[in-house]
C-alpha cells in the first residue's frame, strides 16, 4: 500500500532529506572519497601493456578499421610492454594465454562490473581463464619476481 502525500508534505520530505546529506561530516566523506580512489591501485601501479596485435583485424595494427577477408576460428590478442608480453586466445567459452618471457605468477580479470576472476601463472608462463566474460574486462598481471602489467579494456 502506497501513501500519497500532497506537495507540501513531499517538498519537506525532500528538504529534510537534502539536510541530511549536509550533516555528514567532512571527514567521513574524505575518507569515503580517498577509500575510494584506493580501489584499483594495483592496477595504476603496473605497468601498462599496449594492445599490439588482434587478429580480428587481420593486421599487424590494432588500430586497422577494416576487418580481414577470412575471420579466424580463435580471436588472439597481444598486449605488449616494456618488461612484459601478454598473449591470449579467445576460444569459445575460454581465455589461454602466455607470458613472453615465460614466468610464473598470478593474474586477474576484472570485468567492468567489478567482479573479478584469479588464476595461477604457471612456470611457463601458461595460464587459463574458465569464463569467456561477457562484458568489458582489463586484465592485471603480476609475476613472481614482481613485474606488474595491466591491459587497458578489452571488449570480445
Given amino acids: 500500500m502506497s501513501e500519497q502525500w500532497s506537495d507540501e508534505e513531499l517538498l519537506a520530505r525532500l528538504g529534510a532529506a537534502l539536510n541530511a546529506v549536509d ?11 580517498t577509500a575510494f580512489a584506493w580501489r584499483n591501485i594495483d592496477a595504476e601501479l603496473a605497468e601498462f601493456a599496449e594492445l599490439a596485435y588482434d587478429s580480428e583485424f587481420g593486421e599487424e595494427n590494432a588500430l586497422a578499421l577494416t576487418r580481414a577477408a577470412d575471420s579466424a576460428s580463435l580471436r588472439a590478442l597481444t598486449f605488449v610492454s616494456r618488461e612484459l608480453t601478454i ?27 567489478g567482479a573479478v576472476c584469479e588464476t595461477t601463472i604457471d612456470e611457463v608462463g601458461f595460464f587459463a581463464i574458465g569464463a569467456k566474460p561477457a562484458e568489458r574486462f582489463r ?10 602489467v595491466s591491459t587497458g579494456w578489452i571488449t570480445l
Avoid: M
Wanted: with cysteine; glycine share 6%; charged share 25%.
Fill in 23 to 33: 550533516s555528514v561530516p567532512r571527514d567521513f566523506v574524505e575518507a569515503a572519497k
Fill in 87 to 113: 598473449e591470449i586466445e579467445v576460444t569459445e567459452d575460454t581465455l589461454i594465454g602466455q607470458l613472453v618471457p615465460p614466468q610464473p605468477g598470478r593474474i586477474h580479470l576484472r570485468a567492468e562490473s
Fill in 139 to 148: 586484465l592485471h598481471c603480476r609475476t613472481a619476481t614482481g613485474i606488474a
